[in-house]
Antibody
Framework: QVQLVESGGGVVQPGRSLRLSCAASGFIFSSHAMHWVRQAPGKGLEWVAIISYDGNYKYYADSVKGRFTISRDNSKSTLYLQMNSLRTEDTAVYFC????????????????WGQGNLVPVSS | QSALTQSRSVSGSPGQSVTISCTGTSSDVGTYNYVSWYHQNPGKAPRLIIYDVSKRPSGVPDRFSGSKSGNTASLTISGLQAEDEGDYYCSSYAGSNVVFGGGTKLTVL
């Protein structure tokens, strides 16, 4: 069955960097676009970024543009989120999520989610 | 990237029906049919229950239905059950990004 397992979270100081990983299994990873979505404690969901199935296009929320980088390694079925210049307002549970569409038919809807990984940004 | 507007809470008794609305703009809900709904229980990942406005993934009961009119999407849950409690979020494609609603807390009385 489809599984997405995030790792790499943990307490980080403001201004520092952190990289999250999301290991995928149970499906052909290279056939789906992938997303990161976050949820601040007690708050709603916020979309963060998308990467196409082949890594050729990436889009970001304005709140993270220029600081976060999404990437993928299809040979390892793994998605990444490099987070630089972290701010306290980046504190959230970060979910990786699979795009419902196949190949270039991304539909920006999420049919499978990881369990989430908490990233507290605090001094 | 303004959030979609959802009512904060809704409630109903077992067996009743409830509708949750999600209001956006002509830049998101009003233009695109990539509108989806997610159910989330505390401490858990969201679960997709409606996509493309009104389609149900396999395994989602037909008690859940979605629709859209203009800039507003709606989720209707009929025959409420205790396990339907939780938070419901709508989302919409908005042209190279996704916007979510603020979430609606459903209480089954």
């Amino acid at each position: 069955q489809v599984q997405l397992v995030e790792s790499g979270g943990g307490v980080v100081q403001p201004g520092r960097s952190l990289r999250l990983s999301c290991a995928a299994s149970g499906f052909i990873f290279s056939s789906h676009a992938m997303h990161w979505v976050r949820q601040a404690p007690g708050k709603g969901l916020e979309w963060v970024a998308i990467i196409s199935y082949d890594g050729n296009y990436k889009y970001y929320a304005d709140s993270v543009k220029g600081r976060f980088t999404i990437s993928r390694d299809n040979s390892k079925s793994t998605l990444y989120l490099q987070m630089n210049s972290l701010r306290t307002e980046d504190t959230a549970v970060y979910f990786c999520a699979r795009d419902l569409g196949l190949y270039s038919s991304s539909c920006w809807e999420f049919d499978y989610w990881g369990q989430g990984n908490l990233v507290p940004v605090s001094s | 990237q303004s959030a979609l507007t959802q009512s904060r809470s809704v409630s109903g008794s077992p067996g009743q029906s409830v509708t949750i609305s999600c209001t956006g703009t002509s830049s998101d809900v009003g233009t695109y049919n990539y509108v989806s709904w997610y159910h989330q229980n505390p401490g858990k990942a969201p679960r997709l229950i409606i996509y493309d406005v009104s389609k149900r993934p396999s395994g989602v009961p037909d008690r859940f239905s979605g629709s859209k009119s203009g800039n507003t999407a709606s989720l209707t849950i009929s025959g409420l059950q205790a396990e339907d409690e939780g938070d419901y979020y709508c989302s919409s494609y908005a042209g190279s990004n996704v916007v979510f609603g603020g979430g609606t807390k459903l209480t089954v009385l």
